[in-house]
Structures are given as structure tokens and as C-alpha cells.
């Protein structure tokens, strides 16, 4: 039994220390191909938030190479990205920038190694500068004209998306004292229907004349106003993205090459802008009526790519492939009844052998545990036989 037991764990570390090596090499051979970029690869994965839930729309790109966005889910597949290591950035406005080194593999080695392209879930977190602009108030004074029938028939509410409400019987002049500058809901019922008439209070034109000619419904009274965006820059070409909100629910969307202004046009209001660039963070200005003019510093860093070194792997190949030549050094040696406790050194490195495959890893481990139990079990046969007592 002694021969078969030797000759089993000899082949048990034979078999780990080839694979070792196998492992190690191929590594190597792998360090090679992203080193000379051979191939394209497809990097996938979703972007969330930190505070929980995916973050849709978020941008995702290489400094100089493919770009992409997220979809509802989070979810993105930036498709022809080269071999090799690459440094991969993550914004979305109103959280902060991140990058990653990743390496990209290439496409064919998906079928072989697995998902070694899918960066699984990568988080950004929260980051906003508020700046707060006061709209101020002013005295509302409405003039009503044109009233068919008596007057005394109609009555008013006058509303705010804010919550501000007030009303009563319809009077040729209807004044209201310190109302914040904002957009407002005037309604006038009476018997024929309801009149509403949404308009826009400034500052500058705090009188509100009505007409009730036409025919009772909706009628927007707001005129087209602007909202300037001046950026502070150095170089242009940069582009930003620029999200409006409104009071009365308008919204404005949109992301723009910069050189030296933006303008938008927009209906009268006032205005929450959320103003963003994955180098120059984000910034909200809220409360801000129109027509404005607005300047904000853009900051421009660009990520400087440093070079791709795979010298660890090409470190840790090397080291397979000592493990695996230790191995069958330490096999050798327990089948020849030497220094058994370094061969147990050796098989026990042998059980972190890696494997092209999942598969082939967990059963080297496993290997190696069996190896080392046979090495229990054999140890007397192996080692030199103590004397008996009637030998003496």
C-alpha cells in the first residue's frame, strides 16, 4: 500500500503544480495581449446612489474613447472600448465625479473566463452647492374690465403654486398687499363658467389688467423671458448640463457645448437651476426670477491618463509558477522519504494554485486537501519506523 499511496500523492501535487504553472503562463500570455491593446472589449455595468436607488441619465466615459449614458435602471454598456487598462468616469449631476482604473479584456476571452467586462455596480455620491437669490415681494394690484353682467354675480381666488390663497366678491379693483414675486392662478367664477388667468408677478410690473371678453377657460397671461448663464473659463468647448424648474411645473432640459454664454428662453418665472460639468461640480440657484443674467466659475481638470502597468500580475504570474515548481519539488521529496514537512509546505501553497476557470480552481483546492490528508495518513509508512521494544 505504501507504493500506491506514494505514487496517488505524488500525482495529486504533480497535477496542482501543473496547473499552477499552466495558470502562470497564461497570465503572462495575458499580460501581453492588454499590454499591446489586441481587441476591443464591452464594459457594462450600473451606476446608483449612494442614498440608494439607480441613477438614470448618468454619463459614463474614457477621457479619450467611447461614451455613454444610463438607462432608467442605471443600467450601461459602453461598447468598443480597447484592450488593456483604462481609467473610466462616472457623473450625473448633482453627485460627484468618480473614476476607476479598470481592465478591459477583450471580447473573445468573454466565453473563456466569464463576465470579466461586468464592473457590477459602482455608486456616486451627493454633491451640490446651493446658492440662494431672493425674489423679493411686491403689491399686487389687478384691474378688471370688460365684466359681462354685474359684477357682483363673480367671485375671485387667487392662488399660488407656493400655497399663498385668498378670495371674495369680484370688485372693479382687486388689491393685494406682499406677495413673494412668483407666478399666480386668478379665477373668476360665474354662471356662464370660470375664467382663470395665470400671469406672472414682478417687481417691476406689479399691475395685473383682465378682460373677460372671451369665453370662460384658461388664458396665460406670462410673456417670454431669458435666463442668461455666463460661465468663468479659461478654455471652451466644455459642455454642461443645465436642468429648469419652474413654479408652475415648466421645466427645461438640456446639455450644451459652452464658449461664452448660455440663454434660454423661457414663459415668466421663477426659476430653480441646477447647473452641472463632471469637472466642475454642480450648482443649484434657486429662487430665481426672470429675466436674469447668472455667472458661475467652471473649473476645468482634465484627468490626466498615467500608464497602464500590469507588473503586479506580471508578479503574481511568476509566482504561479514558482508555486507550481515548489510543488513538484515537495512531491518529489515525500516520495523519497525527505523532509516531509517542507513537501507539506508545498502542497498546502498548491491549494491557492489559480485556474482559468471557476471549476478548475475549486477542485485544486479540493486536491490539495486530499493530498494533505493522505500525507497524515502516510506519514509512518514515509517517515523512518521507530524501534520496538522487541527489536531491542
Same mark, same amino acid.
Given at each position: 500500500?505504501?507504493?500506491?499511496?506514494?505514487?496517488?500523492?505524488?500525482?495529486?501535487?504533480?497535477?496542482?503544480?501543473?496547473?499552477?504553472?499552466?495558470?502562470?503562463?497564461?497570465?503572462?500570455?495575458?499580460?501581453?495581449?492588454l499590454e499591446r491593446e489586441e481587441g476591443e472589449g464591452t464594459l457594462e455595468g450600473r451606476?446608483?446612489?449612494?442614498?440608494?436607488?439607480?441613477?438614470?441619465?448618468?454619463?459614463?466615459?474614457?477621457?479619450?474613447?467611447?461614451?455613454?449614458?444610463?438607462?432608467?435602471?442605471g443600467f450601461f454598456k459602453l461598447k468598443g472600448v480597447k484592450s488593456g487598462v483604462k481609467v473610466l468616469n462616472f457623473w450625473s449631476i448633482g453627485y460627484r465625479r468618480k473614476s476607476l482604473r479598470v481592465t478591459v479584456y477583450p471580447s473573445w476571452m468573454k466565453s473563456r473566463w466569464g463576465e470579466?467586462?461586468?464592473?457590477?455596480?459602482?455608486?456616486?455620491?451627493?454633491?451640490?452647492?446651493?446658492?440662494?437669490?431672493?425674489s423679493g415681494n411686491a403689491v399686487l394690484s389687478i384691474h378688471v374690465k370688460d365684466v359681462p353682467g354685474s359684477p357682483s354675480n363673480f367671485t375671485y381666488t387667487l392662488t399660488s403654486p407656493g400655497g399663498y390663497a385668498?378670495?371674495?366678491?369680484?370688485?372693479?379693483?382687486?388689491?393685494?398687499?406682499?406677495? &413673494?414675486? !412668483?407666478? #399666480?392662478? *386668478?379665477?373668476?367664477?360665474? /354662471?356662464?363658467?370660470?375664467?382663470e388667468f395665470v400671469f406672472f408677478l414682478s417687481?417691476?410690473?406689479?399691475?395685473?389688467?383682465?378682460?373677460?371678453?372671451? &369665453?370662460? !377657460?384658461? #388664458?396665460? *397671461?406670462?410673456?417670454?423671458? /431669458?435666463?442668461?448663464?455666463?460661465?468663468?473659463?479659461?478654455?471652451v468647448g466644455e459642455w454642461v448640463e443645465v436642468y429648469l424648474h419652474g413654479d408652475f411645473g415648466e421645466n427645461y432640459t438640456g446639455v450644451r457645448n459652452t464658449s461664452d454664454a448660455l440663454i434660454f428662453a423661457v414663459v415668466e418665472g421663477v426659476y430653480n437651476i441646477t447647473v452641472g460639468s463632471p469637472y466642475s461640480g454642480t450648482v443649484l440657484?434657486?429662487?430665481?426670477?426672470?429675466?436674469?443674467?447668472?455667472?458661475?466659475?467652471?473649473?476645468?481638470?482634465s484627468v490626466k491618463m498615467k500608464p497602464a502597468s500590469l507588473g503586479i500580475v506580471k508578479v503574481l504570474a511568476v509566482a504561479y509558477i514558482g508555486i507550481g515548481a515548489f510543488g513538484m519539488v515537495g512531491a518529489a521529496l515525500v516520495y523519497l522519504r525527505r523532509r516531509f514537512k517542507t513537501a507539506l509546505a508545498s502542497l498546502i501553497l498548491l491549494m491557492f494554485s489559480p485556474s482559468p476557470t471557476a471549476f478548475i480552481c475549486s477542485l485544486s483546492?479540493?486536491?490539495?486537501?486530499?493530498?494533505?490528508?493522505?500525507?497524515?495518513?502516510?506519514?509512518?509508512e514515509f517517515g523512518p519506523s521507530p524501534t520496538s521494544s522487541e527489536e531491542r
Open positions: 500500500m505504501k507504493g500506491v499511496y506514494g505514487w496517488l500523492v505524488v500525482a495529486v501535487a504533480i497535477l496542482l503544480s501543473v496547473m499552477s504553472v499552466v495558470s502562470g503562463v497564461s497570465l503572462l500570455k495575458t499580460v501581453g495581449i451606476v446608483m446612489s449612494t442614498e440608494g436607488g439607480p441613477i438614470s441619465n448618468a454619463y459614463v466615459w474614457l477621457e479619450e474613447g467611447p461614451h455613454t449614458r444610463t438607462n432608467e435602471s470579466l467586462n461586468n464592473l457590477g455596480k459602482i455608486y456616486l455620491e451627493r454633491n451640490v452647492s446651493v446658492i440662494k437669490k431672493e385668498s378670495g371674495g366678491a369680484l370688485k372693479e379693483t382687486i388689491l393685494t398687499s406682499s406677495l &413673494p414675486v !412668483g407666478t #399666480y392662478l *386668478l379665477a373668476v367664477n360665474g /354662471t356662464a363658467g370660470v375664467w417687481m417691476e410690473n406689479p399691475t395685473l389688467n383682465i378682460s373677460m371678453k372671451e &369665453p370662460p !377657460g384658461r #388664458y396665460d *397671461l406670462r410673456h417670454t423671458s /431669458t435666463i442668461t448663464l455666463l460661465l468663468n473659463n479659461e478654455s440657484y434657486t429662487n430665481v426670477s426672470t429675466p436674469t443674467t447668472l455667472s458661475w466659475n467652471a473649473t476645468y481638470r483546492v479540493l486536491l490539495g486537501l486530499l493530498a494533505i490528508f493522505m500525507l497524515y495518513r502516510i506519514r509512518e
